[in-house]
T-cell receptor, first 111, second 116 residues
Framework: SQQGEEDPQALSIQEGENATMNCSYKTSINNLQWYRQNSGRGLVHLILIRSNEREKHSGRLRVTLDTSKKSSSLLITASRAADTASYFC???????????FGKGTHLIIQP | DAGVIQSPRHEVTEMGQEVTLRCKPISGHNSLFWYRQTMMRGLELLIYFNNNVPIDDSGMPEDRFSAKMPNASFSTLKIQPSEPRDSAVYFCASSLALGQSYNEQFFGPGTRLTVL
């Protein structure tokens, strides 16, 4: 079964606005990662947050993690047309384990 | 660095045929992962290797699927015999795992498999 569940499944906003996507998971994790996938392409790693971290920033990205609620959010500020893609959260139980992905949020940035 | 290399990029085959997907991980990475992506099931981990040794193959759907990693620079995922429901995009990813240090996974471009 899918560990992560992203919310919403689809999001359409105007260029320049902020986009927020949420992810919930079920079991304890070692870390949580966010990936982006452009149509027909592979996945690109965006940001990793460890289970003992609560917030992390990378450029226009801000990720939060609430382990008590088993949830995470990804905020993209000042969105651009190039941000149009599917965004996935993925959890890792530990060490060299594989990732368990959610079904993704499809983000569309309207120019 | 060329990144993770997968071949072929597209494969169309007929039901019952053997299919072999190939992956070359990033040089120096010691972990390799095979994933499958479909509209219905999303991204699923099939199997992963650490230092060329299969660690967890619980995601491999059936005995028709097998994976090998004969050396640090090459892995194959084989489906024999293939079925239409195996149609999907198969991704290979690699990362550098150091004990409990967790690093990002780098994904290849994927192989789009269509079984007729």
């Amino acid at each position: 079964s899918q560990q992560g569940e992203e919310d919403p499944q689809a999001l359409s906003i105007q260029e320049g606005e902020n986009a927020t996507m949420n992810c919930s998971y079920k079991t304890s994790i070692n870390n949580l990662q966010w990936y982006r996938q452009n149509s027909g392409r592979g996945l690109v790693h965006l940001i990793l947050i460890r289970s003992n971290e609560r917030e992390k920033h990378s450029g226009r990205l801000r990720v939060t993690l609430d382990t008590s609620k088993k949830s995470s959010s990804l905020l993209i500020t000042a969105s651009r047309a190039a941000d149009t893609a599917s965004y996935f959260c993925a959890t890792r139980r530990g060490g060299a384990d594989g990732l368990t992905f959610g079904k993704g949020t499809h983000l569309i940035i309207q120019p | 660095d060329a990144g993770v290399i997968q071949s072929p990029r597209h494969e169309v085959t007929e039901m019952g045929q053997e299919v072999t997907l190939r992956c070359k991980p990033i040089s120096g990475h010691n972990s390799l992962f095979w994933y499958r992506q479909t509209m219905m099931r999303g991204l699923e981990l099939l199997i992963y290797f650490n230092n060329n040794v299969p660690i967890d193959d619980s995601g491999m759907p059936e005995d028709r699927f097998s994976a090998k990693m004969p050396n640090a620079s090459f892995s194959t995922l084989k489906i024999q015999p293939s079925e239409p429901r195996d149609s999907a995009v198969y991704f290979c990813a690699s990362s550098l795992a150091l004990g409990q240090s967790y690093n990002e996974q780098f994904f290849g471009p994927g192989t789009r498999l269509t079984v007729l």
